[in-house]
């Protein structure tokens, strides 16, 4: 029998429905159609969200090992940060207190040499906040003007600073305002000390115009200075406080052709665009307002001495009764002396 003869078919015992490529026609028809439906008029939304409900639990119980261990983890990474934070801080709370007790003993010891040295105390400065209006309309020099003045108890010679410095002296006083000239004009002059070495000098507003500089003149090139020392006021002009700080050294030049050093500094106040100023009531007035209080101790305090000095006398005139008959009487000059009071 030849093989094309042979019937491909398969036998009738093993027919049992459609073919497949009918059956793979059909369900491909009837994706489309729940495809098309779903699309259209959301047939099969209900079965999906059956689904989803009967799901739910067994998602829930597979995503609780990922939670706890993200949780695990968050915590202990919480844990860590507060450790370090807390240990961070009590360090810091023990410096603090280390500093302030080392600043309470140099209270205590500052206030003891003081008593052992006889020291008299710094005045205290009085000191009045007030706002800059505007610059000087003088294209020539460093002034601006404030919105204090005669009213005000602003008085001729006063200096004024910033939070950072010593701004400049109050030159000119009217009854609302006030002109107050900078330490950088070319006519200012402030005497200072050198916070590292000691030594006194005077710093002069810069000559060049708007220049923000000011400098040491006349010092020798032999004297210890170096940029960066901090300048003070050394109050020796009965004007400026001391120890308040002025500017520091920006550059020193040393020249073998001159015998003085040409030394600029950086003022550390504000001078350009400064809005609140302290004005400070000058030194000399200070002392002006503490000498009218010196009367009344000055006379408690020599009242012992008087008391002393006329005791001796008695005693004297005790052991010698013939040489104090012979004395003549003391003028009322020499009387005054003695009791302690100015003649």
Same mark, same amino acid.
């Given at each position: 029998?030849?093989?094309?003869?042979?019937?491909?078919?398969?036998?009738?015992? =093993?027919?049992?429905?459609?073919?497949?490529?009918?059956?793979?026609?059909? =369900?491909?028809?009837?994706? /489309?159609?729940?495809?098309?439906?779903?699309? %259209?008029?959301?047939? &099969?939304?209900?079965?999906?969200?059956?689904?989803?409900?009967?799901?739910?639990? &067994?998602?829930?119980?597979?995503?609780?090992?990922?939670?706890?261990?993200?949780?695990?983890?968050?915590?202990?990474?919480?844990?860590?940060?507060?450790?370090?934070?807390? +240990?961070?801080?009590?360090? !810091?709370?023990?410096?603090?207190?280390?500093?302030?007790?080392?600043?309470?003993?140099?209270?205590?010891?500052? !206030? %003891?040499?003081?008593?052992?040295?006889?020291?008299?105390? #710094?005045?205290?400065? *009085?000191?009045?906040?007030?706002? &800059?209006?505007?610059?000087?309309?003088?294209?020539? $020099?460093?002034?601006?003007?404030?919105?204090?003045?005669?009213?005000?108890?602003?008085?001729?010679?006063?200096?004024?600073?910033? +939070?950072?410095?010593?701004?400049?002296?109050?030159?000119?006083?009217?009854? =609302?305002? $006030? !002109?107050?000239?900078?330490?950088?004009? %070319?006519?200012?002059?402030?005497?200072?000390?050198?916070?590292?070495?000691?030594? #006194?000098?005077?710093?002069?507003?810069?000559?060049?115009?708007?220049?923000? /500089?000011? +400098?040491?003149?006349?010092?020798?090139?032999? *004297?210890?200075?170096?940029?960066?020392? *901090?300048?003070?006021? $050394?109050?020796?002009?009965?004007?400026?406080?001391?120890?308040?700080?002025?500017?520091?050294? @920006?550059?020193?030049?040393?020249?073998?052709?001159?015998? =003085?050093?040409?030394?600029?500094?950086?003022?550390?106040?504000?001078?350009?665009?400064?809005?609140?100023?302290?004005?400070?009531?000058?030194?000399?007035?200070?002392?002006?307002?503490?000498?009218?209080?010196?009367?009344?101790?000055?006379?408690?305090?020599?009242?012992?001495?008087?008391?002393?000095?006329?005791?001796? !006398?008695?005693?004297?005139?005790?052991?010698?009764? @013939?040489?104090?008959?012979?004395?003549?009487?003391?003028?009322?000059?020499?009387?005054?002396?003695?009791?302690?009071? #100015?003649?």
């Amino acid at each position: 029998m030849p093989l094309e003869t042979l019937d491909r078919s398969p036998p009738p015992l =093993f027919n049992q429905g459609p073919s497949a490529f009918t059956r793979l026609v059909f =369900f491909g028809t009837l994706a /489309l159609l729940l495809m098309t439906a779903d699309a %259209r008029w959301r047939v &099969v939304q209900p079965l999906r969200a059956a689904v989803a409900a009967v799901l739910y639990p &067994v998602q829930w119980l597979a995503l609780q090992p990922v939670q706890a261990m993200q949780e695990g983890m968050g915590y202990l990474t919480d844990l860590k940060t507060a450790r370090k934070t807390e +240990e961070a801080t009590r360090r !810091e709370l023990a410096a603090q207190s280390q500093r302030a007790g080392q600043g309470d003993l140099l209270l205590l010891e500052n !206030e %003891r040499l003081r008593r052992l040295l006889d020291l008299r105390q #710094r005045l205290p400065v *009085e000191a009045a906040a007030a706002q &800059v209006l505007y610059d000087a309309t003088d294209p020539f $020099s460093r002034r601006v003007v404030i919105d204090k003045g005669q009213i005000h108890g602003i008085e001729p010679a006063s200096p004024v600073m910033d +939070e950072a410095g010593v701004l400049g002296q109050v030159t000119r006083v009217y009854p =609302f305002v $006030s !002109e107050i000239t900078l330490l950088v004009d %070319r006519d200012q002059v402030i005497p200072v000390i050198n916070a590292r070495t000691g030594q #006194r000098s005077v710093a002069y507003g810069a000559a060049a115009l708007r220049a923000n /500089l000011l +400098e040491l003149r006349y010092l020798p090139v032999t *004297e210890d200075v170096r940029a960066g020392d *901090e300048l003070l006021t $050394s109050g020796i002009d009965g004007v400026y406080p001391p120890g308040l700080p002025v500017a520091t050294v @920006a550059s020193v030049q040393k020249s073998g052709n001159s015998g =003085f050093a040409r030394v600029q500094c950086a003022p550390l106040a504000q001078m350009q665009g400064v809005i609140y100023v302290m004005v400070l009531q000058p030194v000399t007035g200070q002392r002006r307002l503490a000498g009218m209080q010196a009367p009344a101790s000055d006379a408690a305090a020599l009242a012992p001495a008087a008391a002393a000095a006329q005791a001796v !006398e008695a005693a004297q005139a005790a052991s010698h009764p @013939a040489q104090t008959a012979s004395r003549p009487a003391p003028r009322p000059a020499r009387a005054r002396r003695a009791a302690g009071a #100015r003649p």
